[in-house]
């Protein structure tokens, strides 16, 4: 009976604790949402970021992302705005989505970059030193591989991911519909956690598309977004597959 009555404590202290603790998350969410937006906002108006360009937006009020990038895409180096790129990319863009919902290696292979590869960053940030990079021919074996690669570092518990191909396709590539994401964004940033965006800098002029999901439970009000973004640099007059980057809130 003692040790009953000890388990309902412990029990009833669990679900007051996550009852503390769930405004305190929502509140940190929505903080550094704001810090997000704010910091692409001062990125804009800085010189550096610009590139010598004249500030085009000094004296109006930013409130997205997508209104960012719609503005001033052209005026950061190597960033073409959203317009232009929808229409130079969406047709490539849908096509190697279609190969990666299907798991179409082959046809997966024949977007990749000749040269470069593809990389896969499991979160946000690009790490060009420690990011796995496959070439044409290795991404051709993509789910036939049954070989575990470190692709880095789980968020929160810093363990390692280590994952066959395959596993790592349904963790940290197609981990949720995104050929039905509910926004799809071109050179636009529609997700936005606590992580360092530099897939722009990392990248050579390139055209980033984005499959975005903004939550799926109501109850965790947005904390439990996803997006995928496909990287495409210009090869030889065409544009090609160089970076799959998956993106999700993280600690």
Not at 96 to 105: G, R, W
Not at 220 to 242: A, H, K, Q
Request: glycine fraction near 6%; charged fraction near 30%; charge should be negative.
């Amino acid at each position: 009976m003692k040790k009953k009555r000890l388990g309902s404590i412990f029990i009833v202290g669990g679900l007051l604790s996550l009852a503390f603790l769930f405004p305190l998350l929502v509140e940190a969410k929505n903080a550094l949402r704001e810090q997000s937006r704010v910091r692409n906002q001062s990125c804009i108006r800085d010189q550096s970021c610009i590139r010598d360009q004249p500030c085009a937006v000094e004296n109006e009020e930013l409130s997205t992302n997508r209104e960012i990038f719609e503005t001033v895409g052209d005026y950061r180096k190597g960033i073409m705005k959203t317009k232009d790129a929808k229409e130079i990319i969406a047709d490539t863009a849908d096509a190697v989505i279609q190969a990666i919902s299907s798991k179409d290696a082959e046809k997966i292979a024949e977007y990749i970059h000749p040269e470069k590869g593809v990389r896969f960053t499991p979160y946000t940030y690009v790490d060009i030193e420690e990011d796995i990079v496959f070439t044409r021919d290795e991404a051709r074996n993509f789910f036939t591989d049954k070989n575990s690669y470190l692709w880095g570092y789980y968020d929160g518990s810093g363990n390692e991911i280590n994952l066959t191909p395959e596993e790592y396709y349904h963790e940290f590539i197609y981990s949720e519909d995104f050929i039905n994401a509910e926004e799809i964004g071109y050179n636009e940033v529609l997700s936005s956690g606590n992580m360092l965006e530099n897939q722009f800098e990392v990248y050579n002029n390139p055209i980033i598309v984005e499959y975005y999901f903004p939550g799926f439970n109501p109850d965790f009000i947005g904390m439990d977004w996803r997006s995928l973004r496909l990287v495409f640099e210009e090869y030889e007059n065409d544009w090609r597959l160089t970076g799959i980057i998956h993106n999700q809130w993280t600690i």
